[in-house]
């Protein structure tokens, strides 16, 4: 089973930018794709980006692409999400989820990290 933890979630000022992490414990982590999705208060969950797990594939919501890069270190096992001018409305619980290769639902969530844009 995989355990997923997010970090690098806090306070940036609009135009600002945040590296989340989402560090894995599973050692065959390169079996996974990872997807981060992010949750606002009263909203319901929504897909960020997602990369397959050798990394050559990268996914993103339209409303973050341009702005947003996510990338994966396999090596480390952790999956980053480069966050760049940042918007008050990408403010939101930010969680990483793993779906092993093959397979169709994110079946591991993290904790989620808090991320707020201050205009």
């Known amino acids: 089973q995989v355990q997923l933890v997010e970090s690098g979630g806090g306070l940036v000022q609009a135009g600002g930018s945040l590296r989340l992490s989402c560090a894995a414990s599973?050692?065959?982590?390169?079996?996974?794709?990872i997807g981060w999705f992010r949750q606002a208060p009263g909203t319901e969950r929504e897909f960020v980006a997602s990369?397959?797990?050798?990394?050559?594939?990268?996914h993103y919501a339209e409303v973050v692409q341009g702005r947003f890069t996510i990338s994966r270190d396999n090596a480390k096992n952790t999956v980053y999400l480069q966050m760049n001018s940042l918007k008050p409305e990408d403010t939101a619980v930010y969680y990483c989820?793993?779906?092993?290769?093959?397979?169709?639902?994110?079946?591991?969530w993290g904790q989620g990290t808090q991320v707020t844009v201050s205009s």
């Open positions: 989820a793993a779906v092993m290769k093959g397979g169709i639902e994110y079946n591991y």
């Open positions: 599973e050692r065959t982590f390169s079996n996974y794709a």
């Open positions: 990369i397959s797990w050798n990394g050559d594939m990268p």
